[in-house]
């Protein structure tokens, strides 16, 4: 199989179609994409559009109608379906945990197929659970229908973690829980995926998930036609189309200040300016620019220097209207 290591692998889409019996047109028409190894590819669009069923036949749930899949350089549909599903993590949108089985028990399952020793897969549970914020001892031992839909969720993340795949299927994997447990999960995933390097194809509803978690975004159309596929950056600054630029919403220009670090734009030598408010180095643009708000300043300060409002702009590749420059930077 593909995981000699657990590290990301290519996946590659060649003319995926899938037409379901009975429907007048293809749910996934012939998709190709590459996703490289390492990178998380996000998939954004709309309900029905195949998202879902695209995902479904990476790991072959959904027997692909016609075209190719590669991992690793293998053809997936040359794989034993069963084989090939303990080598793909897969958190999907409805959960589905074993009603009978503990969570301990459902965050082991492959684990335990692949023939780990009990203490290992102990272990491995612990880890897993603190990693989701559930707490071990509280969690460990109770049942699916014991739990919130959100805890259900994350449990369900930490199962498709769990064998510490080189591939991830997330679908939607944290539709289900509350904003602030949502914002810890992606940052806790993001922080992971950095360490991991998988290939991870996720899907989201919700384009500042995309933003903040994507390498890349692919943005989808009925049929998972690919409308643009390409980093959030890029995305953010020329959306393809007007179907492209529904999806980003009104503030572009916001999101690409999210993507953006202080680090990044100021200058290396700190300056001693105690006077001005204090900014991480590792904050967005758009925290900084908050902060800048905040005080009713056009600058602040950073371990990594001085920031300032036309900085900002300059980085954006926009530029100031003269009259939202203060004098002494003109
Ligand atoms: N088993 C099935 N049999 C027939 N049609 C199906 C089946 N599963 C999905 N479809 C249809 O295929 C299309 C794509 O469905 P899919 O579940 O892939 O969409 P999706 O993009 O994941 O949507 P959502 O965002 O709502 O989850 C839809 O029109 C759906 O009704
Ligand atoms: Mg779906």
């Known amino acids: 199989m593909f995981d000699r ?12 179609t899938k ?29 029905g559009c195949g998202k879902t069923t695209t995902m479904k036949m990476i790991n072959r749930l959904v027997e692909p109608t016609s075209g190719e899949i590669h991992i690793g350089g293998q053809d997936v549909l040359s794989l034993d379906p069963d084989e090939l599903r303990r080598h793909i993590g897969y ?34 549970v612990e880890e897993l659970l603190a990693l989701v914020s559930l707490e071990p001892s509280t969690f460990r031992d109770r049942y699916p229908r014991q739990l919130s839909g959100g805890q259900q969720q994350r ?3 930490a199962r498709a973690l769990a064998a510490d795949p080189p591939v991830m299927l997330m679908d939607e994997p944290f539709g289900a829980t509350d904003p602030i447990t949502r914002e810890h999960l992606q940052n806790e995933f993001v922080k992971l995926q950095k360490q991991l390097r998988k290939t991870i194809i996720f899907v989201t509803h ?16 009925e049929g998972s036609h690919v409308a643009q596929y390409d980093t959030p950056a890029a995305i953010l600054a020329a959306p393809a189309d007007d179907y492209v630029a529904g999806f980003i919403g009104q503030d572009a220009t916001l999101k690409r200040l999210a993507l953006l670090r ?35 300043t056009d600058r602040c300060s950073s371990p990594t220097g ?10 954006l590749g926009t530029r100031p209207s003269p009259e939202e420059v203060p004098a002494g930077d003109r």
């Open 91 to 124: 958190a999907i949108q409805q959960v589905g945990l074993f009603p009978h089985q503990t969570v301990a028990q459902n965050i082991g399952l492959v684990p335990k197929l692949l023939g780990w020793p009990a203490d290992r897969i102990a272990a491995r």
């Open 155 to 157: 449990v369900g993340v």
């Open 206 to 221: 919700d384009f500042e998930e995309a933003i903040k978690l994507g390498d890349r975004i692919a943005v989808l159309r």
């Open 262 to 296: 202080v680090e990044d734009i100021t200058a290396t030598e700190p300056l001693p300016d105690s006077h001005l408010p204090q900014v991480a180095a590792d904050a967005s643009l758009r925290e900084a620019l908050d902060l800048m708000m905040a005080h009713g």
């Open 19 to 47: 037409h379901y019996q009975g429907q007048p047109a293809p749910a996934v028409d012939h998709i190709s994409l590459d996703i490289p190894a390492g990178e998380l590819v996000v998939f954004v669009g709309p309900s």
């Open 306 to 315: 001085v920031l300032t409002y036309t900085a900002l702009c300059e980085a």
């Open 5 to 16: 290591d657990t590290e990301g692998v290519r996946i590659e889409l060649r003319a995926l």
